[in-house]
């Protein structure tokens, strides 16, 4: 397991990477706000924070066992929040989540990650690019949490958007590649889309809660900033709903297509065997044992040559009229 601490006092940092151990020395001094920070943590750290912070053995247990739906759940002395971050691969664009849990107390913000996949860095460098707000205490710290895990949805979509117009620009190009490539794009898009919208849509509810004066967890001067995360998720999950219908339209419509070349080429194919055949009944004609007009003569040869091949320029030229060739 590592650690990271942090400990502001009265809206200032005044210390940062101290033992864990520590923290209750600190904890109950009036203006001090502590960040404690677990990754990959084993069942001893739980039993420390839990009883460090006085934390429900419910909350603890969700947040030991991994995969849980992102949700805010308020207890009598804190509240735990569970949520995920999401990140596309750039050559493949699927989506990859990193499960996050959350304990939120009066004075202390206490985030678990399962493994290293979520980068806590960048959210310490966006505490730090807003350290005018630290004088808000924990609400500080929870908005510069979730608003760099709704810009990383935002970028996730963008970039699915992009993935997306890709697939588009395909859709009608001939050649085996490019019906390969839309099919299989649009239905690992489809999957990607469908893993980010159950992470997305769920975070609606977490911060609309959040924004519950009840709570006590946000202040009055940080409700804006708060208010502005809400509505990036908004946009996100709508988003995310726009897509899924645009993926399910060029799914449709891939089908549409594959299913109009495959008419054509049953058109060509039936046009030429009806060419073909024209010769074939003639010759098969002129094969019976049989007297016919011009019979054993080079007249009838040179009769039923010409019946051939006025015959078949006619049906072509037809068909090509047509557009069946």
Same mark, same amino acid.
Request: no cysteine.
């Given at each position: 397991m590592t650690t990271r601490t942090r400990l502001y006092r009265s809206g200032t940092l005044a210390l940062e990477d101290f033992p864990a151990e520590d923290i209750s020395e600190y904890i109950d001094e009036p203006g001090v706000t502590v960040w =404690?920070? =677990?990754? +990959?943590?084993?069942? /001893?750290? *739980? +039993?420390m924070i839990s009883e460090e912070f006085g934390l429900h053995e419910l909350a603890v247990e969700d947040a030991r066992h991994e995969h849980q739906r992102p949700k805010l759940d308020r207890y009598r002395t804190h509240a735990f929040l569970? /949520? %995920? @971050?999401?990140? $596309?691969?750039p050559d493949s664009g699927r989506v990859s989540t990193s499960e996050l849990s959350v304990f939120v107390t009066e004075n202390a913000l206490i985030t678990v990650r399962p493994d290293e996949r979520?980068?806590?860095?960048?959210?310490?460098?966006?505490?730090?690019?807003? /350290?005018? =707000? @630290?004088? #808000?205490?924990?609400? %500080? &710290?929870? #908005?510069? =949490?979730l608003d760099h895990i709704v810009d990383g949805y935002f970028a996730a979509v963008q970039d699915l958007?992009?993935?997306?117009? @890709?697939?588009e620009d395909l859709l009608f190009d001939e050649g085996r590649q490019q019906i390969d490539t839309v099919q299989r794009g649009s239905y690992q898009l489809r999957k990607s889309l469908s893993r980010l919208?159950?992470?997305? &849509?769920p975070m609606r509810e977490v911060v609309n809660s959040l924004l519950r004066r009840d709570l006590h967890i946000v202040a009055e001067p940080l409700l804006p900033y708060y208010q502005d995360v809400y509505d990036h998720v908004l946009r996100a999950g709508e988003w995310t709903e726009s897509l899924r219908d645009m993926i399910g339209s060029i799914m449709e419509t891939n089908l549409t297509v594959q299913g109009n070349r495959m008419n054509l080429i049953m058109k060509k194919v039936t046009s030429w065997a009806s060419i073909i /055949?024209? !010769?074939? @009944?003639? $010759?098969? *004609?002129?094969?019976?044992?049989? !007297? %016919?007009p011009g019979f054993s003569t080079q007249t009838g040869f040179i009769t039923s040559t010409a019946a051939i091949i006025i015959l078949s320029v006619v049906l072509y030229a037809a068909f090509k009229r047509k557009d069946w060739i």
């Amino acid at each position: 397991m590592t650690t990271r601490t942090r400990l502001y006092r009265s809206g200032t940092l005044a210390l940062e990477d101290f033992p864990a151990e520590d923290i209750s020395e600190y904890i109950d001094e009036p203006g001090v706000t502590v960040w =404690l920070d =677990l990754s +990959a943590p084993g069942p /001893a750290d *739980f +039993a420390m924070i839990s009883e460090e912070f006085g934390l429900h053995e419910l909350a603890v247990e969700d947040a030991r066992h991994e995969h849980q739906r992102p949700k805010l759940d308020r207890y009598r002395t804190h509240a735990f929040l569970s /949520a %995920y @971050a999401v990140r $596309t691969d750039p050559d493949s664009g699927r989506v990859s989540t990193s499960e996050l849990s959350v304990f939120v107390t009066e004075n202390a913000l206490i985030t678990v990650r399962p493994d290293e996949r979520f980068s806590i860095e960048e959210v310490v460098e966006r505490w730090d690019n807003n /350290a005018d =707000l @630290a004088k #808000h205490g924990v609400g %500080y &710290l929870l #908005h510069g =949490l979730l608003d760099h895990i709704v810009d990383g949805y935002f970028a996730a979509v963008q970039d699915l958007d992009d993935r997306i117009e @890709a697939v588009e620009d395909l859709l009608f190009d001939e050649g085996r590649q490019q019906i390969d490539t839309v099919q299989r794009g649009s239905y690992q898009l489809r999957k990607s889309l469908s893993r980010l919208r159950r992470v997305v &849509l769920p975070m609606r509810e977490v911060v609309n809660s959040l924004l519950r004066r009840d709570l006590h967890i946000v202040a009055e001067p940080l409700l804006p900033y708060y208010q502005d995360v809400y509505d990036h998720v908004l946009r996100a999950g709508e988003w995310t709903e726009s897509l899924r219908d645009m993926i399910g339209s060029i799914m449709e419509t891939n089908l549409t297509v594959q299913g109009n070349r495959m008419n054509l080429i049953m058109k060509k194919v039936t046009s030429w065997a009806s060419i073909i /055949a024209v !010769p074939t @009944a003639i $010759t098969g *004609f002129y094969g019976q044992n049989v !007297p %016919y007009p011009g019979f054993s003569t080079q007249t009838g040869f040179i009769t039923s040559t010409a019946a051939i091949i006025i015959l078949s320029v006619v049906l072509y030229a037809a068909f090509k009229r047509k557009d069946w060739i």
